[in-house]
């Protein structure tokens, strides 16, 4: 069964971090595009970060604007997971964030393209 499921969602203060991991089973996830995508309330999805597979485009990671320089996006293929790193969390990072796949391999910041999809993680940035 094709499954993705992510965790490490939870409740933190401006300026805390959090490591979210996005855990897949039934296929391999090092052959595809992963992306992080999240959506506040009341807002469209909205993509974060994506980072191609080992065969495509070398592995290579890419970020939105408003989280350049904050979340790192990584791999570990002994454990078929990708982490999104999330450091000097802002109020306005607070969403549902979800984890996705991309069998072309290339990954894009839009949602359209993604095979498989996770159910999804509450982050709440909050004093």
């Known amino acids: 069964q094709v499954q993705l499921v992510e965790s490490g969602g939870g409740l933190v203060q401006p300026g805390g971090s959090l490591r979210l991991s996005c855990a897949a089973s039934g296929f391999t996830l090092d052959y595809y595009a992963v992306g992080w995508f999240r959506q506040g309330p009341g807002k469209e999805r909205e993509g974060v970060s994506y980072i191609s597979s080992s065969g495509s485009s070398d592995g290579s990671t890419h970020y939105a604007d408003s989280v350049k320089g904050r979340f790192t996006i990584s791999r570990d293929n002994a454990k078929n997971t990708v982490y999104l790193q999330m450091n000097s969390l802002k109020p306005e990072d607070t969403a549902v964030y979800y984890c996705?796949?991309?069998?072309?391999?290339?990954?894009?910041?839009?949602?359209?393209?993604?095979?498989?999809w996770g159910q999804g993680t509450q982050v709440t940035v909050s004093s």
């Open positions: 996705a796949a991309d069998s072309s391999g290339i990954g894009t910041m839009i949602p359209i393209p993604y095979d498989y």
